[in-house]
């Protein structure tokens, strides 16, 4: 009787077991994280009777998880890549949409400066036509300053995210540490696996991978986490810390630092790859940092170019123009790891035209006099050795040098654009007196009265501005093929000089062509005496520079360097859009494949449910059978 009864009672408790599990199950459904939990059952071993084996019932020998590695992994792995896209989208986002508006962008306040320029060069000797010129030169520069101030908040807004995703990282990591703490206890001396704890452990770095890329090597009960380029982040029980810092040479520009027992290592942006964190970090620096530039590019060009010609002018009081614009110059930062901060580098832009969106490195190779020095140009990595005898050197436009007491390995930090279209550093309206814009040219040319043949002369063009622009100088033809030039100035005076009609004849900084066929003994003369306040000779040059190729290696206009920008963000955006779209859909599709192998189904869930119930009555009414057999033998007994 008492082998029924143990029977019944083990087939109670197996069907117990069954109905708390199932139970459990479904009150965590909706559980993030969950894995479904199914009973085990064996059969206990059975006993000799002489004619057989008799049963003793059934045990639970587990309670086990349903669990898949590989669909786990699958899971993380579409999962941070799907945030990384998806947080690099959201960002690139604001900078497309400031970048695309028709309004709010460069192109109609660009067109607005030079069409206000040209209304001057029709009447430049109208006060309002100058003064509407100057307004709309300063609501130009407001619009380059309000774009970079946009773009210096879209940077703020990544430095608040980054810090929030490392602060989230730190947290992740302590809670991973802990459950590797509690389920190494709970698994010691052979205990049972505690399923909730190994779901909250795998949550925790479910949660961490959208954050940052993971991998995760186990050790025993315990699984060790890198990151990066395989920094370990968790380390059985122990933790390592990230933190923001600031880069040695840049201090405006925070990194994401590395907390060791040696002290803080400094994290390279390409090292931190995957998550928002690393999304975050590719934005920052394939987007951002290349829009910042291309904007400081486009104003210090057009700012150069604009002076460059300006100086070459007359303005209205008669005086040779000067600079119109201020021009940002190069920023440049030294690192905090040099031997000694006396020492610096230079860099000055030499060649607006030929600027690129590159940062530079400048990196001391060897001290000593001469200095031995390279310049990294950090868009592709490539290096530019310095010159053998220490002196300065130029790429892309830049001069680059070095000073001071140097040390091998010293670096220094040249931004050339970045701060070409900032508010502090960057272009602004040097004129404040509209008299004395540069319309005008401060050269006259003439024919003489008494020439017989048929020469004219064209109107003097500047070419450069000095001291002896404006020096008065004769052209005598000595012949019909030759011309003697008397005047003062560099090559002066000339004789013999050969003459071909419309060919460019140069001196004091100026240029002309004398066409027809002049007689010998005809002269023509160059020199000052020009109407400032009258006079657009100047006014028709400034407005050439609207489409003359200045910009990208003078291939091409201010207006078309910034529709290149506009694209490249627009066309970045869009792959984003739809990368972004696909990684989500196999995300989603990865967790569908994981949740129909360990999520809980209600409806399967229900099932079980009947039909432990059903064995839980089953087994009751065997011990109620046994029950009765012994009544029955005791009252044989009476």
């Known amino acids: 009787m008492s082998s029924i009864l143990s029977v019944g009672q083990s087939a109670l408790s197996a069907a117990q077991a069954g109905l708390v599990t199932t139970g459990h199950n479904i009150a965590n459904a ?56 998806s947080s690099y989208y959201g960002q690139i986002q604001q900078v497309n949409n400031m970048l695309a508006d028709s309004k709010a962008g460069l192109t ?67 809670q991973i540490g802990k459950l590797n703490d509690a389920i190494e206890k709970a698994t010691s001396n052979g205990g049972s696996t505690p399923n909730d704890l190994l779901d909250q452990r795998d949550q925790a770095i479910s949660e961490l991978s959208k954050e940052i890329k993971v991998s995760v090597v186990k050790q025993g009960a315990t699984y060790n986490v890198m990151i990066g380029s395989g920094q370990p982040l ?9 933190s923001m810092a600031q880069s ?26 995957g998550g928002k964190l690393g999304g975050l970090l590719e934005f920052r620096s394939k987007t951002l940092d290349q829009a910042q530039n291309a904007l400081g590019r486009i104003a210090i060009t057009l700012a150069s170019s604009f002076n460059a010609q ?80 220490g002196s300065s050197m130029v790429l892309d436009g830049v001069s680059f040098g070095v000073s001071g007491p140097l040390t091998a390995g010293d670096e220094f930090l040249v931004r050339p654009t970045a701060d070409g279209a900032s508010l502090r550093n960057g272009i602004n309206v040097k004129i404040t007196d509209k008299a004395t814009i540069a319309l005008g040219s401060p050269l006259a040319s003439a024919a003489a009265s008494g020439n017989s043949g048929t020469g004219s002369i064209s109107a003097p063009t500047v070419t450069a501005a000095g001291a002896d622009l404006t020096q008065p100088v004769a052209i005598t033809f000595t012949s019909a093929n030759t011309f003697d030039v008397t005047g003062t100035g560099p090559g002066l005076p000339a004789t013999g000089v050969a003459f071909k009609a419309g060919e460019d004849i140069s001196y004091n900084g100026w240029k002309l062509q004398i066409s027809g066929v002049p007689a010998s003994g005809d002269s023509f003369t160059v020199g000052g005496g020009s109407n400032g306040s009258g006079d657009n000779r100047n006014a028709l040059a400034l407005a050439a520079l609207q489409s003359a190729s200045t910009t990208d290696g003078a291939s091409t206009s201010f207006q078309g360097a910034y529709s290149q920008l506009v694209s490249q963000v627009g066309n970045k955006t869009r792959e984003l859009a739809s990368t972004s779209a696909a990684a989500e859909q196999l995300r989603a599709s990865a967790v569908s494949s994981q949740q129909a192998e360990s999520g809980v189904n ?20 065997v011990m109620k059978t046994a029950s009765d057999m012994f009544d029955v033998l005791l009252s044989l007994g009476r």
Do not use: C, W
């Open 234 to 242: 968790v380390v059985g029980t122990k933790t390592y810390d990230l």
């Open 602 to 621: 209600l409806d399967e869930e229900a099932a079980n449910l009947l039909r432990y119930q059903q064995a839980y009555q089953a087994a009751g009414k």
């Open 310 to 389: 300006h100086v070459l002018g007359q303005d209205a009081n008669g005086n040779p123009g000067v600079d119109f614009f201020k021009v940002a110059a190069p920023v440049v930062s030294p690192s905090s790891r040099n031997g000694d901060q006396a020492a610096s580098a230079s860099a000055a832009i030499v060649n607006p035209s030929a600027l690129t969106t590159s940062d530079y490195k400048v990196q001391v190779t060897a001290a000593g006099t001469p200095p031995g020095y390279k310049v990294v140009r950090l868009s592709d990595g490539k290096p530019f050795d310095g010159p053998a005898d």
């Open 108 to 174: 109609p306040v660009l067109q607005d400066f030079f069409s206000s320029l040209q209304a001057a060069g029709a009447d430049p000797s109208s006060g309002a036509a100058r003064e509407s010129m100057l307004s709309s030169a300063n609501t130009l520069v407001g619009r380059f300053q309000s774009m970079d101030a946009q773009l210096g908040e879209v940077r703020q807004g990544v430095t608040t995210e980054m810090r929030s995703s490392v602060d989230a990282i730190n947290v992740y990591a302590q």
């Open 30 to 85: 909706s559980t993030p994280g969950y894995n479904r939990q199914v009973v085990v059952q064996g059969a206990v071993n059975g006993q000799d009777a002489g004619y057989g084996f008799i049963g003793k019932g059934t045990e639970v020998t587990a309670v086990r998880r349903v669990y898949s590695e590989f669909l786990n992994t699958q899971v993380l792995s579409t999962q941070t890549a799907s945030t990384q896209l």
């Open 248 to 273: 040695p040479t840049d201090p405006k520009r925070p990194m994401v630092a590395y907390q060791t027992v040696n002290g803080t290592v400094l994290l390279s942006d390409e090292s931190l790859s």
